[in-house]
């Protein structure tokens, strides 16, 4: 019913940048809460930010000073600017959102996830 396309994924050095967005399509009448979290291989996916309709944010403190989350309301996009790349940054970064289908029931979507490699 809902589908996220992320996007921005890559290889980059430590101290780099790099910009991640994710958009959601579908059958929805409203989005609520959308987020991005991380993954590395054998540990539990992690929450990285989050930000609310109203665009009340949250952070991991790893990432606090570093990274930026945004969203654009009309299209139903985020965004999270990552900047002062470590290499303990490296993961596959995953999307999700939820909010209400057309129908009126509630959903909860991830994306397919987009790999981020931080090395020399």
């Known amino acids: 019913q809902v589908q996220l396309m992320e996007s921005g994924g890559g290889l980059v050095q430590p101290g780099g940048s790099l910009r991640l967005s994710c958009a959601a399509s579908g059958r929805i009448r409203s989005v609520n809460g959308m987020g991005w979290y991380r993954q590395v291989p054998g540990k539990q996916r992690e929450l990285v930010a989050t930000?609310?309709?109203?665009?009340?944010?949250n952070y991991a403190d790893s990432v606090k000073g570093r990274f930026t989350i945004s969203r654009d309301n009309a299209k139903n996009t985020i965004y999270l600017q990552m900047n002062r790349l470590k290499p303990e940054d490296t993961a596959v970064y995953y999307c999700?959102?939820?909010?209400?289908?057309?129908?009126?029931?509630?959903?909860?979507?991830w994306g397919q996830g987009t790999q981020v490699t931080v090395s020399s």
């Open positions: 930000i609310t309709s109203g665009g009340s944010t």
């Open positions: 999700n959102t939820e909010g209400i289908l057309r129908f009126g029931r509630s959903f909860d979507s």
